[in-house]
């Protein structure tokens, strides 16, 4: 997410309340999740075991619970609780405002675009051309849909991130404050569930469709002419290249790459990263030609145990 304006380190460190280890007049462009900052932007870390690779990447602003030295190039802000911080920042640039009409005049509706009735759409909604989209669709604030999307009745484009914090006295919420993005000519069924990005963007390629029923988590990628059948979840952060295939009631982990064409068969548990241009299935998850000697193999048994019996 990219603030309104370039702001220096010593504001950013006033709204928080934070102590600042950097020039004053540091820039800060914005704030994002570690797998998608750029530099001048602010990411979070909490536990010894991230430190170095939040002090390492593309960020050059460090959210933090330690005093570490400071690398070259970059800025630390010293918090007691970095996550609590990290939200108060989202809800400062990206506040949470309740509606007040069905769809918010600050939207983007282009030419020859049907909006059917009972739509809900939020503040700074952009939507193309030729688009349709069915009775009982919600599209949350700030997303973003292209030319010739399809959306049908009852799916929700932009829902909150399912991502907390355990606490001693319950879950805590990391506020989301990213879009949905979907490009030309996709398709979502009915049902399907689009979470937004923490602070960056849910991307559906060009041309994908997607089955009813289909969930989608924060932060996720997928390319360009993929194919998702009925009840697949998919977890946040994952990226799946153009012209992969989920049948079924596929479950994808999360913050895992599927290559491009690969082909997942229905019922199948996604635990990690797949390469592409082959056909899966199982769970855990194999290549298909192996799972399914694997099971022609187990149908063996009983004859195999009655022989034995009879020696």
Known sequence: MKFPSTYRLEEIA???????VGPRDFPVLGMNEIHVVEPGDIVFVDHPKYYDKALQSRATIVLINKVVPCPEGKALLISEDPFRDFNR??????PFQAAEVCIDPSSRVGEGTVIQPNVFIGREVTIGKNCLIQPNVIIHDHCVLGDNVVV???????????????????FDRLQSGGRVVLEDDVEL????TID??????????????????????????????????????????????????LWGQVGVTSAIRIGKGAVVLA???ISKSLEGGKTYFGSPVEEARERLKQLAALRQIPELTARLKKQ
Do not use: W
């Not at 920042?89 to 990206?94: D, E, K, S, V």
């Open 89 to 94: 920042l989202t809800n400062h640039f990206r």
């Open 196 to 245: 937004r990005g923490v602070t960056g963007d849910t991307r559906i390629g060009k041309g994908s469709k997607l089955d009813n029923q289909v969930h989608v988590g924060h932060d996720t990628v997928i390319g360009r002419n993929c194919l998702i059948a009925s009840q697949t979840g998919i977890a946040g952060c994952v990226v799946m290249e153009d012209e992969v295939t």
């Open 189 to 192: 069924g009915a049902l399907c």
């Open 152 to 170: 049908q009745s009852g799916t929700v484009i932009g829902s909150d991130a399912f991502y907390y914090k355990k606490r001693p006295e319950g």
């Open 267 to 269: 019922q199948t548990g």
């Open 14 to 20: 006033a709204l928080i309340g934070a102590e600042m």
